[in-house]
């Protein structure tokens, strides 16, 4: 499956990653990387709990960039 996740830097310097698709699910990171790694752990807690609860889990997300 795959999310989109936006990842920003905050005023402290955290890297502050969150997917738009799965209200609440944020995490963070001392580097962007860390963020990402975090917020993968995040969003397959996220799903598991939607499993759990027998809640509809959102569908992948499919998106292109266009560079101009």
Partial sequence: MKYRVIVEQDEDGMFV??????????SQGKT?????????????GYIQSLKKHNEPIPPSVYEEMVEI
């Fill in 17 to 26: 990653a969150e997917c738009p698709t799965l209200p609440g699910c944020i």
């Fill in 32 to 44: 962007r990387k860390e963020a990402l790694v975090n917020i993968k752990d995040a969003i397959k």
